[in-house]
């Protein structure tokens, strides 16, 4: 144990630009992925099952991942939120740049809803590829049947897991408190779906799959208002494989004067390869077990939240596990926080602690610096960086983030990072992200760009 404490890592930070408290975000794109991973807040598995949903548009799925790793939390896009709103439709581009100033991809994307009618569609090219189509759909939806043409979805057939990429169509009918249909994929795949139940209480559904070959796949689900569990398997597998998830709508304790929110997410398998339907994180593809949690509670102007992660490598088996613990208070003029992270592999332990502080001189907070110093190897390494930052509100709905990272005592290049937000209308906004890195500040270069735009009307 003496050994493992000679080994901690200490990380001292002051920044208004908090980790753990940060505002809420309508998407994951690919620079907030690499930024999480250029910082250490996620390691290269995680981003690599991050690229994965973000690079197919999953925006949901990619949030999901991006909140169980233990980050600022995501609300509906503008894309979910047409769902249950009167907009006729929405429309939605976005291009990333290397560091070499080529085009490393582009994407555009775009829904229409008219009466029972519903089509989208999602374009993209990439770096060494011209446009080809991502996802095409079309839908016709009454009150007791829809029909489904193009790129099928985990939501048409009730499944917890995302779907592999297949074209297909769907029929389905609903009675009372009954839905279930049926589908036919273009791989010659075709399956029935059913559910039953009502959503405020429990519901039950579940889903087979066959081929020419014969059994494909299948899982079982039940869900309730705060918890959901599945249990899936795939003709390969050699054992089903358990999803677990729960998430506590915003409560209060104490009188119900504390905000309390609670989120858990978990999954378990044997398998060495885990192909069929189902489309999963990579991170299951070498973790026979990975779990993660999250609890936030606000009393009065403190915010305290505590996020836990458990893994098991299917290789070694040797468990991997993390618990972090931060707190954040918010002033007009002013804000104060700090925290602790536990990392633990097998009997190796390291500790990071942190604090950090931030000045409001605006509507938001606009002037900050963060510091970490990390010991490392029996305090024999040290490291350290300091990110000196600015905000800065060009019109009243446009706003830009600038921040300086500078790195020691190892040459590791200086970064500037800059991220603005602008929202030219209730329906309309946009969202640039540009890296600029060099050995030496005067010798700034290009890094990584990405630009955004969405709209409805």
């Known amino acids: ?20 408290f940060a505002s809420e975000r309508e998407n994951v794109t690919a620079e907030d992925a690499f930024w999480a991973y250029d910082d250490g807040r996620i390691g290269y598995e995680e981003l690599e099952s991050l690229l994965q949903w973000i690079d197919a ?24 939120l047409l769902q249950n709103s009167n907009a006729h439709g929405n429309v939605g581009y976005g291009i990333s740049y290397d560091s070499s100033g080529n085009i490393r991809n582009q994407k555009a994307q775009g829904k229409l809803q008219f009466g029972m009618f519903r089509g989208s569609f999602r374009l993209k090219s990439k770096k060494t590829e011209g446009w080809h189509v991502e996802n095409l759909r ?69 889903m087979g799959t066959a081929s020419l070959d014969g059994f ?87 915010n305290f939240r505590l996020h836990d992660r458990f893994r098991v490598p299917l290789d070694s088996g040797t468990a991997r596990s993390s618990a972090e613990i931060s707190f954040v208070r918010n002033r007009k003029l002013a ?29 938001a907070e606009s002037l900050f ?27 009243k709905n446009v706003y830009s983030d600038w921040t300086l990272i500078l790195r020691g005592p190892q040459k590791k290049p200086i970064a500037l990072r800059q991220e603005t937000h602008m929202h030219f209308s209730r329906k309309w906004n946009g969202k640039s992200s540009l890296e600029l890195r060099a050995k030496h500040l005067r010798q700034m270069h290009f890094w990584r760009f990405g630009l955004e735009f969405q709209g409805t009307w």
């Open 335 to 363: 804000s104060v926080g700090g925290g602790m992270l536990l990392n633990a592999v097998g009997d190796s332990l390291s500790v990071q602690m942190n604090g950090r502080a931030g000045i409001q001189l605006f509507d």
């Open 1 to 20: 144990m003496l050994h493992g404490f000679l080994k901690i890592g200490t990380c001292i930070c002051f920044a208004c630009v908090i980790t753990g």
């Open 138 to 206: 079309i839908s016709l939806t009454g009150k007791s049947f829809a029909a489904v043409a193009g790129n099928l979805s985990s939501a048409d057939v009730g499944s917890a897991i995302a779907l592999q990429k297949n074209w297909g169509g769907l029929l389905q009918g609903k009675f009372d408190l009954l839905r279930m249909g049926t589908f036919a994929l273009k791989d010659s795949t075709a399956g029935i779906f059913a559910e039953t139940g009502s959503q405020k209480k429990i519901q039950f559904l579940g």
């Open 216 to 302: 494909q796949d299948a899982f079982f689900r039940m869900r309730g208002g705060a918890s959901d569990l599945q249990v899936m398997y795939s003709k390969d597998w050699k054992t089903p494989l358990l999803y677990v998830s729960a998430k506590s709508p915003k409560s209060t304790i104490l009188g119900g004067s504390y905000p309390l929110d609670f989120r858990f997410r978990a999954y378990i398998h044997e398998n060495d390869s885990l192909s069929g339907i189902f489309r999963l994180p990579k991170l299951l593809q070498k973790n026979r077990a990975f779990a993660s949690s999250t609890v936030q509670m606000q009393v009065e102007n403190w």
């Open 57 to 80: 548009g999953e925006d949901s799925e990619a949030c999901a991942e991006w909140e169980a790793l233990g980050q600022d939390p995501c609300k509906k896009t503008l894309f979910d």
């Open 369 to 395: 610096t963060e510091k970490r110093l990390i010991l490392q190897d029996s305090f024999e390494k040290i490291s350290y960086e300091i990110r000196p930052g600015i905000r800065l509100e060009w019109e």
